[in-house]
Each structure stands twice: as structure tokens, then as C-alpha cells.
């Protein structure tokens, strides 16, 4: 078999074994990693499976479209391929048949090869670009390894992400009384596994990966725990139509889960030194999610509890009264009816009395120093920065 057939054979697994299933909801399908320098085939290849381009595009329409309107989206494309390549090989490290004497420097190997995946990703430079690759990751933390175990009172088999041996299981010894346990593990506890083993840092990898997707990181911010607001992700959250379509699935996902993290967020020294109009764009996503979760439900969507001790949950929690307090910002809620404003205000006045000291001071002149921009088109915009 020639090189370009062996890569052609690579490409159709990537493609029809792993990127289609993944988006379609089917069951991925892991063989070889893929290497850093395989990209300058894929990028110029067709896969032979003639089904997988259409359902790969329609199901990259369809998640990334649920966030903001787009026309089309970039597949296949060479970053998108590159987000496919480094998660086969996280997915690849965590093979238990790598634990074996001479497999264990393969680990080794193939994390170095994510890391120059990873490294290759590209900014994106359109709406379209942002929310086709955030449509690619955003299954990927949720994907999980059906292990089964296979016991009798001679023998135990063990199927560890990998399908049971039907013919096996009903030979004579196994008789039919055999027992089954199964267990479904998903990426982010298995990597977590492997890392208290061997110190590999396959998680912060994983991490790394969700932000070459500035969208992804931010609607999963419980697996991205050193998050801030890098340029790159001011450059998507200046499209006022993403911005919209993340706070709501922030909302959907869990508004006081992501509080810390965006409250962290703005506490970092670097955001209070950024341009007047690229501040905006955090503060804005933080006030667009308060004011989301407000009007999405009946009453001021407030915990029963409301606890604001910890310090970046306060900040977070400021956002909202040090808008109402600014003269500039006030415009943000004139445009709501009166019966709106009046539970969005309930809401401010509940959190307002309960933030601790200092957190006010702390927000209000951010807010106070931000400039909302004219009107800017997400098409002509420049991501000069990605930041893992």
C-alpha cells in the first residue's frame, strides 16, 4: 500500500469514522492517532464514504445556526480538521492497551503531537469560522467509553472501549449464567485518570483545545477554570448575534455554574488595562446573561440562597447594578417594557443588597470606562489572537 493510500485510508476514519458519528450522535470510532504533518493531505483530500460530507455539513449547520444566523459553514475545512485530528488523539491516549510495557512511550509521542496540532489551529475570522468549529467540539467533552467487564466462576473478560466478543460470550464456559457490568466514563474523567497516573497533562490539553474555539470555551466554562477574556474571544463577542446566542446558552447550561469563572474573568488586571470598546464586549456578555436569565422565567431568576461571599461570583453578580448606576449604560435596559424593567430592577435592587463590600468598587469603574461601539460587521473582523 502506497503512503498517499495509506493516508487517504486515515482521512476516511477520521472523517467517517469520528467526525460524522460525532455530530450525527452515533458512535465514534478510534483507530491510529493522526500526526501533526498528515494535515497537508487531509486539507486537499475527499473522503470516499459518499455520505459523510453531507451529514457532516448539515449537522455543523444545524448546531452552529442554534447560536447565531449563518448562511453556510466552512467543512471541510483545515482547522476544523485540525480540532478532529487532536481529539481522536486525546480520545487515543486514554487506551488502556497503552498501559502495556512497550506501548507506554507511545503516550508520550502522540502529546507531543497534540500539542503541535493544537498549535496549527488557526483564529477564527468569521461568524461562520467561530461557530462551525465551536459545533465540532462542543460533543466532544461529552463523549464517553463503554467498558464492560464479563465475569463467570472460571473467567473474566474485559471489553475496555471496545465491543464485546458476542461469539465469545456465548461459548459453553460462559454458560448462561454469566454476569455483564458496564460502565460509561466520559473524555474529561478518563483523561483525569490518566494524568493521576502518569503525569502526562493530558486535561490542561483538553482545555487548550475548548479555546481555539472561543465560543466552546465559553459556553464550558465548568472545564475551563483559568478562563479570561483573551482577544480572540473579545473579537467573537464583538458580533452582537453571537454574543446573544452565548448568553443564552450560559442561561440554558447553568448561569450561577459560569458566574465564578466569568466574575474571575473580570477581576483579571490585563481586562482593566484593554480598549474602552473591547471591555465593552465582556461586560456586555455578562449583563446580556443576567438580563437572559431575568426575562426567560417568571420573577428575578435568583437563587433561593443567594450566596455572593465568594469574590468572583460578586463581581459577576456587580455587573448588572453598576450598569443601572452608569448614565452611559442605563440605554441598555430603556428598551425593555415597563413590566420587564420593573422585575430586571427587582433583581438589581436583591443583588445590589447583597454583594459584600468592595465588589461594587470594583466593577463600577469598568463599566464606567467601557465604550459601547457603532455597529460593527462580524464579517470583516480580525482575530489576531488565540489563547490556549
Same mark, same amino acid.
Given at each position: 500500500?502506497?503512503?498517499?493510500?495509506?493516508?487517504?485510508?486515515?482521512?476516511?476514519?477520521?472523517?467517517?469514522?469520528?467526525?460524522?458519528?460525532?455530530?450525527?450522535?452515533?458512535?465514534?470510532?478510534?483507530?491510529?492517532?493522526?500526526?501533526?504533518?498528515?494535515?497537508?493531505?487531509?486539507?486537499?483530500?475527499?473522503?470516499?464514504?459518499v455520505?459523510?460530507?453531507?451529514?457532516?455539513?448539515?449537522?455543523?449547520?444545524?448546531?452552529?445556526?442554534?447560536?447565531?444566523?449563518?448562511?453556510?459553514?466552512?467543512?471541510?475545512?483545515?482547522?476544523?480538521?485540525?480540532?478532529?485530528?487532536?481529539?481522536?488523539?486525546?480520545?487515543?491516549?486514554?487506551?488502556?492497551?497503552?498501559?502495556? @510495557?512497550?506501548?507506554?512511550?507511545?503516550?508520550?509521542?502522540?502529546?507531543?503531537?497534540?500539542?503541535a496540532?493544537?498549535?496549527?489551529?488557526?483564529?477564527?475570522?468569521?461568524?461562520?469560522?467561530?461557530?462551525?468549529?465551536?459545533?465540532?467540539?462542543?460533543?466532544?467533552?461529552?463523549?464517553?467509553?463503554?467498558?464492560v467487564?464479563?465475569?463467570?466462576?472460571?473467567?473474566?473478560?474485559?471489553?475496555?472501549?471496545?465491543?464485546?466478543?458476542?461469539?465469545?460470550?456465548?461459548?459453553?464456559?460462559?454458560?448462561?449464567?454469566?454476569?455483564?457490568?458496564?460502565?460509561?466514563?466520559?473524555?474529561?474523567?478518563?483523561?483525569?485518570?490518566?494524568?493521576?497516573?502518569?503525569?502526562?497533562?493530558?486535561?490542561?490539553?483538553?482545555?487548550?483545545?475548548?479555546?481555539?474555539?472561543?465560543?466552546?470555551?465559553?459556553?464550558? @466554562?465548568?472545564?475551563?477554570?483559568?478562563?479570561?477574556?483573551?482577544?480572540?474571544?473579545?473579537?467573537?463577542?464583538?458580533?452582537?448575534?453571537?454574543?446573544?446566542?452565548?448568553?443564552?446558552?450560559?442561561?440554558?447550561?447553568?448561569?450561577?455554574?459560569?458566574?465564578?469563572?466569568?466574575?474571575?474573568?473580570?477581576?483579571?488586571?490585563?481586562?482593566?488595562?484593554?480598549?474602552?470598546?473591547?471591555?465593552?464586549?465582556?461586560?456586555?456578555?455578562?449583563?446580556?446573561?443576567?438580563?437572559?436569565?431575568?426575562?426567560?422565567?417568571?420573577?428575578?431568576?435568583?437563587?433561593?440562597q443567594?450566596d455572593?461571599?465568594?469574590?468572583?461570583t460578586?463581581?459577576?453578580?456587580?455587573?448588572?447594578?453598576?450598569?443601572?448606576?452608569?448614565?452611559?449604560?442605563?440605554?441598555?435596559?430603556?428598551?425593555?417594557?415597563?413590566t420587564?424593567?420593573?422585575?430586571?430592577?427587582?433583581?438589581?435592587?436583591?443583588?445590589?443588597?447583597?454583594l459584600?463590600?468592595?465588589?461594587?468598587?470594583?466593577?463600577?469603574?469598568?463599566?464606567?470606562r467601557?465604550?459601547?461601539?457603532?455597529?460593527?460587521?462580524?464579517?470583516?473582523?480580525?482575530?489576531?489572537?488565540?489563547?490556549?
Open positions: 500500500m502506497s503512503d498517499g493510500e495509506k493516508l487517504q485510508r486515515r482521512y476516511d476514519e477520521l472523517v467517517a469514522g469520528f467526525v460524522a458519528p460525532l455530530l450525527t450522535g452515533g458512535k465514534v470510532v478510534v483507530e491510529q492517532p493522526h500526526a501533526p504533518g498528515a494535515i497537508h493531505y487531509y486539507e486537499h483530500a475527499n473522503t470516499s464514504d455520505h459523510s460530507n453531507p451529514e457532516i455539513f448539515d449537522a455543523l449547520h444545524r448546531h452552529a445556526a442554534s447560536i447565531a444566523p449563518i448562511e453556510t459553514v466552512p467543512w471541510p475545512d483545515r482547522d476544523l480538521l485540525l480540532i478532529a485530528m487532536a481529539a481522536v488523539n486525546l480520545l487515543h491516549v486514554t487506551d488502556p492497551a497503552l498501559d502495556r @510495557l512497550f506501548a507506554r512511550g507511545s503516550r508520550k509521542k502522540v502529546v507531543g503531537w497534540i500539542d496540532i493544537i498549535g496549527a489551529i488557526a483564529p477564527p475570522n468569521t461568524r461562520a469560522d467561530a461557530l462551525a468549529r465551536h459545533a465540532m467540539l462542543d460533543p466532544v467533552p461529552a463523549l464517553r467509553r463503554r467498558d467487564v464479563a465475569k463467570t466462576w472460571a473467567y473474566t473478560y474485559r471489553f475496555i472501549g471496545r465491543p464485546t466478543d458476542a461469539s465469545l460470550l456465548t461459548k459453553p464456559v460462559f454458560g448462561s449464567k454469566f454476569k455483564e457490568q458496564e460502565s460509561l466514563r466520559d473524555l474529561e474523567a478518563l483523561l483525569a485518570d490518566l494524568d493521576s497516573r502518569t503525569g502526562l497533562g493530558t486535561q490542561p490539553r483538553l482545555r487548550e483545545l475548548l479555546a481555539r474555539s472561543p465560543v466552546t470555551e465559553l459556553v464550558r @466554562l465548568d472545564l475551563c477554570e483559568a478562563f479570561r477574556f483573551g482577544l480572540a474571544t473579545l473579537a467573537v463577542l464583538s458580533d452582537d448575534a453571537i454574543r446573544g446566542g452565548v448568553a443564552r446558552e450560559i442561561v440554558e447550561r447553568g448561569e450561577w455554574k459560569a458566574a465564578p469563572r466569568l466574575g474571575r474573568a473580570l477581576g483579571d488586571p490585563i481586562l482593566g488595562e484593554a480598549p474602552p470598546a473591547h471591555l465593552y464586549f465582556a461586560l456586555a456578555l455578562c449583563f446580556e446573561v443576567q438580563m437572559t436569565a431575568t426575562l426567560d422565567v417568571p420573577g428575578p431568576a435568583l437563587p433561593e443567594l455572593l461571599s465568594d469574590p468572583d460578586a463581581r459577576y453578580a456587580a455587573v448588572l447594578p453598576a450598569f443601572f448606576e452608569d448614565e452611559t449604560m442605563i440605554d441598555e435596559v430603556r428598551a425593555f417594557d415597563d420587564d424593567r420593573s422585575v430586571v430592577q427587582e433583581r438589581c435592587a436583591r443583588l445590589a443588597a447583597a459584600p463590600p468592595g465588589a461594587m468598587e470594583q466593577i463600577a469603574p469598568l463599566v464606567r467601557c465604550q459601547r461601539p457603532g455597529s460593527t460587521s462580524a464579517s470583516n473582523l480580525t482575530r489576531t489572537e488565540v489563547r490556549p
